[in-house]
């Protein structure tokens, strides 16, 4: 079986045809040099001067073409291998290979002023990973521990030596790379931490065309317990405020009466002065009861009971209750909402109050047309938004829409919109409450989503 050809190296066929340019002029120099009348001592001797001349040459072009070569070569692996410190020498830009040259070096300091960089972000980001107070783990694709901060090696209580390389249920960590990307881990012990809350959160990144995963494991406990403090402040200062408007004048109302009582001699209308002053005490002491069921109210609301609700047929029922000024139901789809209807009902009676008593106040000679109240919904995405919309004088103070016990309003008890609110969320919605912009008057707008929540 004959043996394939072997395709000549670059440099083979740079000497080949060396030698086949100068083979003419050879050949042409051997005829007239063997043809003539010479000796044959002056044959051999010039032959010999030609072949070697004509052969070394070759080798000199040969060795003009790889040498350069070589050296592009060897300054390319340098690069490769990260060693910018070496140059090419003769790089000028007079000449095609000095060209060459000048432009691999300018690569050499483009690639090293690059890597500079890369090593000067990574250790900025190793820097500020470290400060971070959050636990960061990075896992590769085989759930194996590739990088840690300091923040994670105290929550493993293990250093990044022992750690890293291991995979996620080696380390205690299996639980974090499975299920939903973002959750509270709930009590849970790090052999690093005291029992606490834990928030979790995994993002996916690449490196290397292969998926890694960040976990970022925080501590909840201190802002909960932060939030709590804040909440008991508020809190108190509501309840103290309402308890000194009502308790405040019944003291100085009673000492008033303690004070009339005691006198020897009292005024001809002493018995309608102490009557007058006991209905105070009793309608403040009346004030100071409904408040603190309309506080009762507020912290005791049952979690929601869902069950198929007509989005129309609840709306119209809202609008039949309202007496004091007609709503007009501007329309939307029949749609199917899983609630709890009651509930929502009563957060719907209460928008719609506020949009009618808003109306109320607006007086129809401020107002191009006569004020109104329009009430309807639409199917937005998954969702269900519900709008009610009143031409009244729009939102006096934002800042304290759902501050509990804030109210604007002579016999309103400041919990309305904060259990409309509460109870809205509680069904996986929202509320937002702003002017209309342009047009006097106020949108409150209700979002629920149209399936239960998983």
């Not at 960590?173 to 979790?200: I, K, N, Q, Y």
């Not at 004030?287 to 109210?297: D, K």
């Not at 934002?398 to 509990?404: D, E, H, K």
């Amino acid at each position: 079986m004959p043996k394939p050809f072997r395709r000549l190296t670059h440099d083979q066929s740079v000497f080949l045809h060396a030698l086949l340019g100068g083979l003419p002029a050879v050949g042409v120099s051997m005829a007239f040099l063997w043809g003539g009348e010479i000796t044959p001592k002056t044959q051999w001797t010039l032959t010999l001067l030609i072949g070697l001349t004509w052969v070394g040459f070759a080798v000199s072009v040969r060795s003009k073409v790889s040498r350069p070569l070589q050296t592009m070569a060897n300054l390319l692996s340098a690069l490769r291998e990260g060693d910018f410190s070496v140059r090419a020498r003769g790089a000028r830009r007079d000449e095609p290979l000095g060209d060459v040259l000048a432009e691999i070096n300018l690569l050499g300091n483009v690639l090293k002023e690059q890597r500079l960089g890369a090593l000067e972000a990574t250790a900025l980001l190793r820097t500020v990973m470290e400060e971070i107070d959050v636990a960061i783990f990075a896992f590769d694709a085989s759930a194996t521990l590739r990088l840690v901060n300091r923040a994670g090696q105290e929550l493993l209580a293990q250093p990044a030596e022992r750690i890293l390389g291991r995979v996620g249920s080696e380390v205690g960590l299996a639980d974090c790379l499975v299920g939903d990307a973002e959750r509270v881990l709930g009590t849970v012990t790090f052999p690093g931490a005291s029992r606490g809350r834990w928030g979790m959160r995994r993002t996916q990144f690449r490196e290397g065309g292969l998926p890694h995963h960040l976990v970022v494991i925080a501590d909840l406990s201190q802002p909960l317990r932060d939030e709590e403090l804040k909440a008991w402040q508020r809190l108190v200062r509501v309840l103290g405020h309402e308890l000194n408007n009502s308790l405040a004048p019944i003291k100085s109302i009673a000492g008033s009466l303690g004070i009339l009582l005691k006198r020897e001699k009292r005024a001809p209308d002493w018995e309608q002065d102490l009557q007058g002053g006991l209905e105070i005490i009793e309608t403040r002491a009346d004030g100071l009861a409904r408040f603190m069921q309309a506080y009762a109210r507020l912290a005791k609301l049952p979690a929601p009971v869902l069950s198929p609700c007509s989005v129309p047929g609840l709306i119209h029922r809202i609008v039949g209750l309202e007496q004091r000024f007609p709503i007009v139901v501007t329309g939307g789809p029949n749609l199917m909402l899983p609630c709890d209807e009651a509930q929502i009902e009563q957060a719907l009676i209460n928008l719609s109050k506020n949009a009618v008593e808003a109306v109320l106040e607006q007086s129809t000679s401020e107002t191009e047309r006569p004020p109104g109240v329009r009430i309807g919904w639409s199917k937005v995405g998954a969702g269900l938004e519900i709008l009610i919309e009143d031409d009244g004088p729009g939102i006096a103070e934002t800042n304290n829409l759902f501050v509990p016990f804030f109210t604007t309003k002579p016999e309103g008890s400041g919990i309305g919109l904060v259990l409309c609110r509460q109870i809205i969320e509680n069904h996986g919605g929202s509320l937002q409450l702003h002017d209309r912009g342009a047009a006097r008057g106020c949108i409150a707008k209700v979002t629920l989503p149209l399936s239960a929540a998983s």
